[in-house]
Nanobody, 113 residues
Framework: QVQLVESGGGLVQAGGSLRLSCATA????????MDWYRQAPGKQRELVAA???????NYTDSVKGRFTISRDNAKNTVYLQMNSLKPEDTAIYYC???????WGQGTQVTVSS
């Protein structure tokens, strides 16, 4: 069964850092755009960052300069490095394969003030 295996979430104080990882099968990853979304309680799911198969990236304005998305094509893994975390970054973070509209199970990130 194909999965997106996410890891790296947790509880961190404001100003801290976390790195999320999302691994999947080669056919799900190669030449695909990978997204990180997040959903906070009572809010709509929003696109946080995306990376194309060629490595082009884009970010939502609220995380620019703090978050970095990257991919390791040899490991079929996409990462989200999150620095200078703020309480408003608290959410469930989801990995997403855009071309297949396929979602991971989500990983909780909680930032305490």
């Amino acid at each position: 069964q194909v999965q997106l295996v996410e890891s790296g979430g947790g509880l961190v104080q404001a100003g801290g850092s976390l790195r999320l990882s999302c691994a999947t099968a080669s056919f799900m990853f190669s030449f695909k755009t990978m997204d990180w979304y997040r959903q906070a309680p009572g809010k709509q799911r929003e696109l946080v960052a995306a990376i194309s198969s060629s490595g082009s990236t884009n970010y939502t304005d609220s995380v620019k300069g703090r978050f970095t998305i990257s991919r390791d094509n040899a490991k079929n893994t996409v990462y989200l490095q999150m620095n200078s975390l703020k309480p408003e970054d608290t959410a469930i973070y989801y990995c997403h394969v855009r071309e297949y509209d396929f979602w991971g199970q989500g990983t909780q990130v909680t930032v305490s003030s």
